[in-house]
């Protein structure tokens, strides 16, 4: 009971701690560490997983239960242990073996002990492994191996392989004692059939979260009795007690860096622990069924860490196996491997090299159960083989290097981004060599499956390096593509597949990933902008929304949202965290956008931002939603800007850059990709944005397509004051160096450049209309200027310009472009400005200009434009339609009023005669 009273006084100042801890993390808005980022990673997503050239320390922990004699009555778990050893010191040297069995007690038979000749008494302690124990005490013996672990004073990467056949009962762990050897908590009885549900939480046939791990149901202490409340009344519940110490045993593994790969061997075995054991290590479970396939799980936990090209034949029969194989002048070591078998107890191996050349080996192994040869540089060329037994064909190739997914714990329904990279065929000399990486990665096919939780497996979504999808740069040896299958939450595992066409080995790299649901859907608001100088500010705003499930559930409440920022080599940024509190970044409390502020763009680069989501009262550990946006922080060239501008309101203006004048862009249309944006600020504050381009429109102001001078024509200008214009883009020219594992380095250049205009003078209340009426030559055009000028200007008309603009409407005019009487007359005589022509500052200032028409102007509509400038140079036009009416002739006038008379007295006679007369006579 004490024991008990302890632990839980443990967990309860340790809640107390994390919950202090992250109160003070959200005082502090900036980028303080919210979240643990102990086991966010996986650690084979975190960096390639090269061939074993540093060493590694291998713990070899068999399950000695009595089970193994009905699962494996030939020990050939022993032969697999045997072969992994040998075989793992032969691909590189300087490894040490760690040999122990576990049942009821762990048997170390081998302290921690280098390979390297010390083969025969490492074989002899495998040997030593039973199959006689009682029970399976799992946590047992993961307790006793830490303790030899501990003890090293040179560590080494390590790597733990757990193989056992059994599961979790009550009746295979053993009773738990203290150090006297005194039970240290009862086991309880057996519960009746009316026991009820478990007392422990999430107790669902050995299922359970990390949030159903960690928190003390506050209710479990009811069903126990008054003198034993420090320990479980139910065996589900002591059970369920001992699996969350064995996973915890596990996290404090993961946490020293170690690997545990479980091998759940047969169908019985506890596979649920076991994949939770590899996954908070970073370790992957196997599961062969049958003793004959345990040899194969050794062998695929071999190629994983090695990234070795392996191919397995199986023999058929007593006569040997026979073939050949195709290998290249990138092949950099070939291991051929004769394995004992039903047919062959005494393997052999016969090599022949192309052409039928003398075989030199670098190292040959004889045991009884296999015989190892290894050549270092095997002649390119076809080899000929013949092997009693089975036949296991390595081949160092190259390293893979696991890129994406970089987490092992993602938010259910996420798109996960995948990535390996396996550029590393070639030495870093030959890479140099044109067209070579292409060619030899025809040699090559890469392919991506994941299992999902309920066993399933299901392609990955066009994995391929053909530059095509999520595929930046093709025949790069970078094989992408993404994973959308994961809305059920649970375990995953992603195996990349990579086969080597002329010999059909295969490579696989294996890794593992969670998923946990949280119902909110997140969208990037910010950063939007591509570019930054260096030292900005950039801010990283999200939207979140809730999904149904979330209404209906309230699980979105007391969500911490964070994100990364890291540049191409490291994290510079980790946990920021995403705030809707209105401070800071954050513009208004409670409107779903969370946000943070990263100030460190000191260094140009490309940055990425990863977005996360976290319950605690879930799980410790954040989920990557794969979400990812990117920026690129890089010092501008100033370039010149040209603005064309009239001083008057309303008036478009011209602006253009010359990005010929970076002096890197030597003919025109040189530039593969530019993009050039403006921010115009307008004189209220307001703003209004575009791009500048060289397509030739003329519309944007633009003459001649393809001559790297870009511009724009801005319009909606009706306001007077202060115009600023802000220049932004990027460029990528043909001749500027071209770099694909980098693309911002050196081959884009970040442009910028400021200007300001202004709008002096607005033209108000004018008419839209001039009329000239019976035969009036002179009229006038009354309009306001509003001047926003701090001096007094001088104002001006083009009185020859307003002729020509007129006599080429009438020209034109459909009325008239017939008479060649017009071609030569002039319908304007003369404009001037009547009265003063000073516009004051500061003022509305009344405008009136007379016009005056050529006497033998016809009668009809013109557009007429007159021309104003201020001092000569700020030009507008004034567009107003002008209206002639001519009056009619006085002899036109009389024949009218005579006609009129007549048709009078036509009518009287006719009225006269048909009503009056008749009326006389008395008809």
């Known amino acids: 009971m004490k024991r008990i009273f302890i632990s839980v006084s443990k967990h309860i100042i340790l809640f107390l701690i994390i919950t202090s801890f992250m109160l003070v993390s959200f005082l502090h808005a900036s980028s303080g560490k919210l979240l643990s980022s102990e086991g966010t990673k996986s650690l084979l997503g975190l960096e390639s997983t090269p061939a074993i050239a540093e060493g590694y320390d291998f713990v070899l922990v068999i399950d000695e239960s009595g089970s193994m004699k009905k699962n494996d009555p030939y020990n050939l778990r022993k032969d697999a242990a045997k072969l992994f050893v040998y075989l793992a010191e032969t691909l590189n040297k300087g490894n040490r073996v760690l040999i122990s069995g576990f049942g009821q007690t762990t048997n170390i038979y081998l302290p921690l002990t280098e390979i390297s000749s010390n083969e025969d008494e490492i074989s002899s302690a495998i040997d030593k492994i039973q199959s006689s124990q009682a029970l399976t005490d799992m946590k047992g013996a993961l307790e006793k191996i830490k303790q030899e672990l501990d003890f090293r004073t040179d560590k080494k990467k390590t790597v733990v392989i757990f193989l056992t056949d059994g599961s979790l009962t009550i009746q295979d762990i053993p009773q738990e004692a203290d150090e006297s050897g005194q039970p240290s908590r009862e086991r309880p009885k057996k519960p009746s059939e009316d026991d009820g549900p478990s007392a422990v939480p999430g107790n669902k046939a050995g299922s359970y979260t990390d949030n159903e791990l960690k928190k003390t149901d506050k209710n479990s202490q009811d069903d126990l009795s008054e003198n034993s409340k420090d320990a479980p009344s139910r065996e589900s519940d002591y059970l369920e007690m001992y699996k969350k110490e064995l996973i915890d045993l596990c996290r404090q593994y993961g946490s020293s860096g170690i690997v545990i790969h479980p091998i759940a061997f047969t169908k019985e075995a506890e596979v649920q622990v076991l994949e939770q054991m590899a996954d908070v290590t970073g370790g992957i479970c196997y599961k062969p069924q049958e003793a004959k396939d345990l040899r194969a799980s050794f062998i695929d936990i071999l190629r994983n860490i090695t990234s070795r090209f392996i191919r397995i034949e199986e023999q058929q029969g007593p006569s040997a196996i026979t073939g050949d194989f195709e290998t290249g002048n990138y092949i950099k070591e070939l ?260 946000s943070a502020r990263f100030a460190g763009t000191a260094s140009e680069g490309i940055y990425s931002i990863d977005y996360f989501v976290a319950k605690p009262a879930v799980s410790y550990q954040a989920a990557c939603t794969a979400i990812t946006s990117a920026f690129s922080v890089k010092a501008s060239t100033a370039v010149d800007m040209k603005i064309n501008n009239s001083a008057f309101a309303g008036e478009p203006v011209s602006v253009s850059i ?224 002008l209206t002639v009416k001519q009056s009619t002739p006085s002899y036109m006038v009389a024949i009218i009023i005579g006609a009129a008379i007549l048709l009078a007295a036509a009518i009287f006679v006719l009225i006269y005669f048909l009503y009056i007369r008749p009326k006389r006579r008395g008809y």
């Open 335 to 594: 291991v051929v491997i004769g394995l004992k078998n039903n047919y062959t107890r005494t393997p052999s191996i016969k090599i022949s090299a192309p052409l039928a050349g003398p075989v030199s080996y670098d190292k040959y192994i004889e045991e009884n159960i296999f015989k190892i040869a290894k050549i270092i540089n095997p002649a390119a060329g076809n080899w000929n083989y013949q092997i009693n037994g089975d036949a296991v064909f390595v081949f160092d190739i190259v390293n893979a290097a696991l890129i994406e997914p970089r987490f092992s714990l993602y938010s259910a329904g996420s798109e996960i981004p995948l990535k390996i990279d396996i550029s590393g065929i070639l030495d870093d000399g030959a890479e140099s060599v044109a067209g070579m990486l292409s060619q030899i990665l025809k040699d090559f096919k890469v392919t991506a499956s994941v299992q999902s939780p309920d066993g399933k497996n299901l392609d990955a979504e066009n994995i391929n390096d053909a530059g095509i999808g999520n595929d930046i740069n093709s025949s790069d040896a970078i094989f992408t593509g993404t994973f959308g299958s994961t809305s059920e939450p649970g375990y995953y595992y992603i195996n990349y597949s990579i086969t080597h066409l002329p010999t059909g080995a295969v490579s696989n790299k294996i890794l593992s990933f969670s998923t946990i649901r949280y119902p909110v859907k997140i969208e990037v608001i910010e950063p939007a902008e591509e570019y930054y100088q260096p030292g900005s500010n950039v801010d990283i705003v999200i939207k979140v929304e809730k999904t149904s499930a979330a209404e209906q559930t309230g699980d979105e409440d007391n969500l911490i949202f964070t994100a990364d920022v890291s540049s191409s080599q490291t994290i510079i940024a980790k946990d920021l965290l995403l705030l809707d509190n209105g401070q800071g970044a954050d513009k208004k409390a409670g409107d779903g956008l969370f």
């Open 658 to 881: 010359d990005l010929n004048s970076f002096g890197l862009i030597e003919d025109a249309g040189n530039l593969s990709d530019a993009i050039i944006s403006y921010i115009l600020t307008m004189p209220d504050g307001s703003t209004a944005q575009g791009s500048l381009y060289d397509d030739g429109n003329a519309a944007n102001d633009d003459k001649t397509a393809g001559d790297n001078i870009y511009s724009a024509l801005l319009s909606g200008l009706g306001k007077t004051g202060r115009y600023d214009i802000q220049i932004e883009g990027s460029l990528t020219g043909k001749d500027i160096p071209q770099n694909s594992a980098n693309p911002d380095n050196s081959q884009v250049i970040s442009v910028n450049s400021e200007g300001v205009f202004y709008k002096y003078y607005k033209i108000k209340n004018l008419p839209k209309s001039l009329d000239f009426i019976d035969g009036a030559l002179r009229s006038e055009i009354v309009f306001t200027i509003e001047s926003a000028s701090s001096d007094d200007t001088n104002l001006s008309i083009g009185q020859a310009e307003i002729i020509k603009a007129a006599q080429q409407k009438l020209q034109s005019d459909s009325a008239n472009k017939n008479d060649a009487s017009l071609q030569d007359k002039n319908p304007v005589k003369s404009a001037k400005i009547k009265g003063g022509s000073i516009l004051k500052a500061m003022s509305d200032n009344n405008v009136i200009i007379e016009i005056e028409l050529d006497e033998n102007i016809k009668a009809g509509q013109y557009n007429l434009k007159i021309p104003l400038s201020v001092n000569g140079a700020s030009e507008t036009d004034l567009s107003v339609i």
